[in-house]
């Protein structure tokens, strides 16, 4: 080892939910670092470009998610374009368009991360990539990673893991389901006198070129090192072959309509999970939980709304590491729930609160009291835990 460093709480892992959860385990005192394999923090919504802030609310006017999820949304405007529906809470089974939700600049988002990260006093730790995970005696104790120092060893009391890919409970030896992906490109790119829904700003928009949802053909598994390079290479192709198009038949030129960036990192909806003390499944909208940490609305339809159990954040046959994320123990309808930026962000700052907690009590994430933890989450964070705490319910059919 060229290093070594101590921390209370190490997250790998900069995206959206490791950003939320370093803030949130650094604002309890613990001593925290964040491992990011890029040089953005943000993930999938700024290096991945999918620049879509899904709602915060059921689409009947109500909010069900609070905390840094909405702490977040609001800064990823202070920088750059981007609006909240002004009549959201007054819409009734509303469309993604019309709900607490926006599209915002990736590049604006970066910055305003970058400042609250430094802000809070994180040790932020860019360019850096996790190459193992130290365990001893069932519990996690560290991380190997490596950047242009060489390689080093992170310890810590708690580990969060919000890679994505259960990189961290993958590299422990434990067992983590996986899925893989339909192709999806989302590009930001400059089109001229082309108005539409989803536009950035004038003649700015997103474009995202062969998402399907129904086309998982085991072709892209997100842990497999070639199907990844081939998922970035033929996405890129497909939009190559796009602009090729609008150019030949004359609607665009390469002057009007063009490229401002493409992702720099691959675009995967899910990859690996932990197998955790619960599982969030199919059907289980509108289930209560008793261990619930907060509340997430499905994004793809009005009237949905799922309460996130603890137990799902806790993997099986391993203590001291929390998962967060898409890579936090969903599956099936559920994955594609919690897989988003809102529950990213909520299941984040419910992990950095419980991991301080963790190392305050001197005790381990699976015996950490629940009771306490939500009872913090309640008063300090301003979550609501269950649907009665905002009077939601499931709506009539």
């Keep these: ?31 925290t670092a964040l491992i990011e394999k890029t040089v ?17 609310c059921d689409g009947y006017g109500t909010q069900v998610t609070f905390g840094l999820t909405e702490k977040l949304l609001i800064a990823s405007l202070k920088y750059g374009p981007g609006d909240i529906p002004e009549n959201w809470k007054k819409e009734n089974n509303a469309i993604e368009e019309k709900r607490y939700r926006i599209v915002f600049n990736p590049a604006s988002f970066i910055l305003a991360m970058d400042e609250l990260l430094e802000e809070s006093g994180v040790d932020v730790w860019y360019d850096t990539t996790v190459t193992r995970t130290f365990t001893e005696n069932n519990l996690a104790t560290g991380i190997e990673v490596f950047n242009k120092s060489g390689f080093g060893k992170l310890n810590a009391k708690v580990l969060i893991d919000a890679t994505g890919d259960a990189d961290l409970a993958h590299y422990a030896g434990l067992q983590c389901p996986t899925r893989d992906n ?4 989302w590009t930001l790119e400059h089109v001229a006198n082309e108005p539409g829904q ?18 998982r053909t085991g072709e892209f598994l997100g842990i497999d090192g070639a199907k990844v390079s081939r998922f970035i290479r033929k996405g890129r192709k497909k939009y190559r072959e796009l602009l090729a198009e609008s150019y030949e038949s004359g609607r665009n030129n390469r002057k009007d309509r ?30 209560s939980f008793e261990d619930s940490i907060g509340m997430v609305a499905d ?55 419980a991991a301080a907690m963790t190392v305050e009590k001197r005790t381990t994430t699976h015996q950490l009291s629940v009771k306490e933890l939500q009872q913090q989450l309640s008063s300090k964070c301003g979550f609501p835990l269950h649907f009665e705490d905002v009077g939601t319910s499931r709506p009539e059919k």
Excluded at 202 to 215: A, L, T
């Design 1 to 31: 080892m060229n290093f070594q460093k101590d921390y209370d709480v190490i997250v790998a892992g900069g995206g959206i939910a490791g950003v939320a959860a370093a803030l949130a385990a650094s604002a309890r005192g613990s001593k």
């Design 40 to 56: 953005y923090p943000g993930g999938l919504a700024t290096t991945g470009l999918v620049y879509i802030y899904l709602p915060l």
């Design 182 to 185: 339909a192709l999806a490109a």
């Design 198 to 215: 989803r536009d950035l700003a004038e003649n700015v928009k997103m474009r995202i070129v062969g998402c399907s949802n129904d086309k």
């Design 258 to 287: 063009f490229p401002l960036f493409l992702p720099a990192m691959a675009q995967f909806r899910m990859s690996r999970r932990i197998d955790g003390e619960f599982t969030l499944n199919d059907g289980m909208e509108w289930m």
């Design 299 to 353: 994004w793809r339809k009005s009237g949905y709304v799922w309460e996130i159990p603890y137990r799902s954040l806790l993997p099986r046959g391993l203590d001291n590491l929390l998962a967060v994320g898409r890579c936090m123990s969903s599956e099936g309808d559920a994955w594609d729930v919690t897989r988003v930026i809102p529950t990213a962000a909520m299941t984040g700052e419910a992990a950095g609160v």
